[in-house]
């Protein structure tokens, strides 16, 4: 059994910082691409970010770059978001995808977690 649980997500005012968590159970999350989506009140979901195996990191939206951050932990089987600056347009419930290719962007996800609600108050 896999899975990804995605944490870190609150309340905070404008300007502020979060640091968003996504971790596996039951496969390595360093052999797979890690994609970062968000899905706003009354929107579809969009692309924030992806880190390939490589590390190379894609910004799906270069208005983020600067702002977001993606790092790797390996010993906590782990990916962290670091957010810094949120406006409310940021206010959206954040989503976790690993990729078993590798590569980003990911097609084709093998695990999805539930996501976790960022509020961005003005």
């Known amino acids: 059994q896999w899975h990804l649980v995605e944490s870190g997500g609150g309340l905070v005012q404008e300007g502020g910082s979060l640091r968003l968590s996504c971790s596996a159970s039951?496969?390595?999350?360093?052999?797979?691409?890690i994609a970062w989506i968000r899905q706003a009140p009354g929107k579809g979901r969009e692309g924030v970010l992806c880190?390939?195996?490589?590390?190379?990191?894609?910004y799906s939206i270069e208005s983020l770059k600067g702002r977001f951050t993606i790092s790797r932990d390996a010993a906590a089987n782990t990916v962290y978001l670091q957010m810094n600056n949120l406006t409310p347009e940021d206010t959206a419930v954040y989503f976790c995808?690993?990729?078993?290719?590798?590569?980003?962007?990911?097609?084709?996800?093998?695990?999805w977690g539930q996501g976790t609600l960022v509020t961005v108050s003005s």
């Open positions: 995808q690993a990729e078993k290719s590798g590569l980003c962007p990911v097609h084709s996800p093998h695990a």
């Open positions: 039951g496969f390595t999350l360093d052999d797979y691409s």
């Open positions: 880190v390939a195996k490589s590390d190379k990191v894609t």
